[in-house]
C-alpha cells in the first residue's frame, strides 16, 4: 500500500473539542496542533470556555491551539483575546473576519499583531477578505489564515483555485500560514499537498479514515461488498417471506 502521508508536506491539526479524542490526538505523530471554535465546543458539552481550554493547554504545550474569542464588539474581543493568549505560549486566538455586524476586523488584526499576540483569522471565505487583514499582520511574528475550503464548496465553488491564490499571495508573508478549514473528506488533504496549503484541520471522522489513504481499490471494493452482506444477515433481512405486507394493493 503506498504511503501517502508519508510525502505531505501540508501539517495536520486536529479540529474538535471533545478532550478524550485531543489526548488521542495528541500522540498521534501525524498530528501538529489542534483547533476548536464555539460550534465545535458547545457540540461536545462544553460548559466552562476557561476550565476546558486549562485542561487541554495541561495536556498540550508544544504545539499550538487556537481558541476563539466569543464577543461580537471589536474592544470586548481584544480583552478577550489577551487574555487567551495568556493562557499558554502555544495558544493562537482565533478572530473571526468580520463581526456580526459586518465590519471587518482588521483593526483589531493590527493591534493584535502588534501586541506579540498569535492569530488565526477565521470563517474567511475570499481572497478579498484575505486582502484586508493580511497588511496589518505584517508585525506577526506568527500567524494565520483560516479559509473555510468545505463550506466555499459546499456553497458549489470549487475552493482549490481560491487555496492555491492564497498560497501564491502568503509567499510574499513568510511568517503566515494558510489553513485548509473545514475539509469534507481524506482527498482535501491531498489536495490541500498539491496547492503546498501549509496546514489542512481535520474532524475526527476524518481523522478515522486516514488509514484508507492508498488503499487498494479492489481491496476496498470487496470490503464495501463484505459490509452489504453483513449488516444484511445481522439485520435480519429476507426477501422470501412476509413479502405480502409489503404489497401496494
Ligand atoms: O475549523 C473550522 C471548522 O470546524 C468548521 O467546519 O464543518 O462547520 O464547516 P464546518
Known amino acids: 500500500m503506498k504511503n501517502f502521508l508519508q510525502d505531505i508536506k501540508t501539517k495536520i491539526f486536529a479540529d474538535g473539542a471533545d478532550l478524550k479524542s485531543i489526548i488521542e490526538m495528541n500522540n498521534?505523530?501525524?498530528?501538529?496542533?489542534?483547533?476548536?471554535?464555539?460550534?465545535?465546543?458547545?457540540k461536545a458539552g462544553v460548559n466552562n470556555y476557561?476550565?476546558?481550554?486549562?485542561?487541554?493547554l495541561s495536556l498540550i504545550n508544544d504545539k499550538p491551539v487556537s481558541f476563539e474569542v466569543i464577543s461580537d464588539d471589536f474592544d470586548e474581543m481584544?480583552?478577550?483575546a489577551l487574555e487567551i493568549s495568556s493562557w499558554g505560549k502555544n495558544v493562537i486566538v482565533k478572530i473571526p473576519i468580520t463581526n456580526t455586524k459586518?465590519?471587518?476586523?482588521?483593526?483589531?488584526?493590527?493591534?493584535l499583531c502588534d501586541a506579540g499576540v498569535k492569530i488565526n483569522v477565521t470563517a474567511v471565505f475570499t481572497i478579498e477578505q484575505m486582502m484586508k487583514v493580511l497588511p496589518n499582520m505584517s508585525s506577526a511574528e506568527a500567524g494565520y489564515i483560516s479559509i473555510f475550503a468545505g463550506r466555499i464548496a459546499d456553497a458549489g465553488i470549487d475552493p482549490l483555485p481560491i487555496m492555491a491564490e492564497a498560497v501564491e499571495i502568503l509567499s510574499d508573508h513568510p511568517k503566515i500560514e494558510l489553513i485548509w478549514a473545514s475539509p469534507r473528506e481524506v482527498y482535501n488533504i491531498i489536495q490541500a499537498d498539491q496547492v503546498k496549503c501549509h496546514i489542512i484541520t481535520a474532524t475526527d471522522d476524518i481523522l478515522k479514515k486516514l488509514n484508507l489513504l492508498g488503499k487498494d481499490l479492489s481491496e476496498f471494493s470487496l470490503d464495501t461488498v463484505?459490509?452489504?452482506?453483513?449488516?444484511?444477515?445481522?439485520?435480519?433481512?429476507?426477501?422470501?417471506?412476509?413479502?405480502?405486507k409489503y404489497v401496494v394493493k
Open 226 to 244: 463484505k459490509m452489504f452482506f453483513n449488516d444484511a444477515a445481522a439485520a435480519g433481512f429476507n426477501i422470501f417471506t412476509d413479502t405480502e
Open 78 to 80: 481584544e480583552r478577550q
Open 102 to 111: 459586518k465590519e471587518i476586523s482588521s483593526s483589531l488584526v493590527k493591534r
Open 28 to 42: 498521534n505523530p501525524l498530528i501538529s496542533g489542534f483547533t476548536t471554535n464555539p460550534t465545535l465546543m458547545r
Open 50 to 56: 476557561k476550565n476546558f481550554a486549562l485542561d487541554v
